[in-house]
């Protein structure tokens, strides 16, 4: 521990910058998070500062991403102390699966494809990974089957209407489907009806 906090200070941070750091490479790759009791607004400018993270402003509020700078050292650590991630290799299979099942387009054997479904892989990676820590894989996988089922069999549009992969995620489309599995309304109600 005491070669950990030397090598810290060596990079000209503090052990609770080092774990905001850490804290915000684990989001971005679905790792345990260090609990802390801290959450100084002023570490977070300082760590912007020294080119460790950038502050992104949307709608009003303020987030912070790792610069490359922030994550390479990081990772230089976990790897220097041979640091056990626990990072799950099974959420990346999962994620695979996930972009497999998922339509590629709004064709169906009784539809000429008007549209792609399947958009922007990386986003949709990143978001997958980020639910993940909320949801579990095999209800969100259930939730896609079943959405894709059903408008296959029996909307009269087929696909016509299912939102893309990256809207699918963003709007969290499996929790209608999945509420609605939960109190086992028949597969003809048009569960989109009750999505926004």
Same mark, same amino acid.
């Given at each position: 521990?005491?070669?950990?906090?030397?090598?810290?200070?060596?990079?000209?941070?503090?052990?609770?910058?080092?774990?905001?750091?850490?804290?915000?490479?684990?989001?971005?790759?679905?790792?345990?998070?260090?609990?802390?009791?801290?959450?100084?607004?002023?570490?977070?400018?300082?760590?912007?500062?020294?080119?460790?993270?950038?502050?992104?402003?949307?709608?009003?509020?303020?987030?912070?991403?790792?610069?490359?700078?922030?994550?390479?050292?990081?990772?230089?650590?976990?790897?220097?102390?041979?640091?056990?991630?626990?990072?799950?290799?099974?959420?990346?299979?999962?994620?695979?699966?996930?972009?497999?099942?998922?339509?590629?387009?709004?064709?169906?054997?009784?539809?000429?494809?008007?549209?792609?479904?399947?958009?922007?892989?990386?986003?949709?990676? *990143?978001?997958? $990974?980020?639910? &993940? +820590? %909320?949801?579990?894989? !095999?209800? =969100?996988?259930?939730? /896609? #089957?079943?959405?894709?089922?059903?408008?296959?069999?029996?909307?009269?549009?087929?696909?016509?209407?299912? *939102?893309?992969? $990256?809207?699918? &995620? +963003? %709007?969290?489309?499996? !929790?209608? =489907?999945?509420?609605? /599995? #939960?109190?086992?309304?028949?597969?003809?109600?048009?569960?989109?009806?009750?999505?926004?």
């Amino acid at each position: 521990m005491i070669e950990l906090i030397n090598e810290v200070e060596k990079n000209n941070i503090t052990i609770d910058e080092f774990i905001i750091l850490y804290n915000l490479y684990a989001r971005n790759n679905n790792l345990n998070i260090i609990n802390t009791k801290f959450n100084d607004f002023n570490m977070y400018l300082e760590l912007e500062e020294k080119l460790f993270i950038k502050s992104i402003k949307e709608n009003n509020v303020i987030s912070f991403q790792l610069r490359l700078k922030g994550s390479s050292l990081i990772e230089s650590f976990l790897t220097k102390f041979n640091i056990e991630t626990n990072l799950n290799k099974n959420n990346k299979s999962s994620f695979d699966e996930f972009w497999t099942l998922f339509p590629s387009s709004d064709e169906t054997d009784f539809f000429k494809k008007t549209r792609f479904l399947k958009s922007n892989k990386d986003a949709c990676k *990143k978001k997958y $990974l980020e639910l &993940l +820590n %909320q949801y579990k894989h !095999e209800d =969100i996988i259930k939730a /896609l #089957k079943y959405e894709v089922e059903t408008r296959k069999n029996t909307s009269g549009n087929g696909l016509k209407f299912m *939102k893309n992969s $990256l809207t699918w &995620l +963003n %709007q969290k489309e499996f !929790e209608i =489907i999945l509420e609605n /599995l #939960k109190e086992n309304i028949p597969t003809q109600t048009d569960w989109t009806t009750n999505s926004i």
